[in-house]
């Protein structure tokens, strides 16, 4: 994995270095799932939350939004810290997508993802602008 590279590497990680190892990622960890058509967001100035995932009422427009300023601003001290954050805040963005992915295909019927999906339709339509984490 690519995130190894970079703790075995003695120097410091900029934002934007940060930017591109995490769109990497996210691609990286989405193709092994077969996963497709995810808009990917970057934000270096919301600090509010590390991530989010935003949704269309269809399930049919998702993007990924994932705020590196934060991560790297309540991290920059620590390298291996940061890695951790930064890849955690990934992989659980990601199960937010598998789930609303997953779930749209008609032979799904696992009971616990069904039941995220519907507390994901149930904050939609009570008009929030996504899931927050």
Do not use: A, C, W
């Not at 990622?25 to 995810?38: C, R, S, T, Y």
């Not at 300023?69 to 930064?86: M, Q, S, V």
């Amino acid at each position: 994995m690519e995130i190894e590279k970079y703790l075995e590497d003695n120097n410091e990680i900029g934002i934007l270095e940060i930017g591109k190892l995490t769109i990497r990622i996210i691609k990286e960890e989405l193709e092994k799932l077969g996963i497709d058509n995810i808009k990917i967001k970057l934000n270096y100035l919301e600090f509010r939350n590390y991530s989010s995932v935003k949704v269309n009422r269809n399930l049919d427009d998702i993007t990924i939004n994932v705020n590196v300023g934060k991560i790297l601003l309540e991290n920059r001290k620590d390298k291996k810290k940061l890695l951790f954050r930064l890849y955690n805040t990934i992989i659980h963005e990601i199960e937010h997508v598998k789930t609303l992915t997953l779930t749209k295909k008609e032979d799904f019927y696992d009971y616990d993802h069904l039941l995220i999906l519907m507390e994901y339709i149930s904050q939609i339509f009570m008009g929030f602008n996504g899931m927050d984490v």
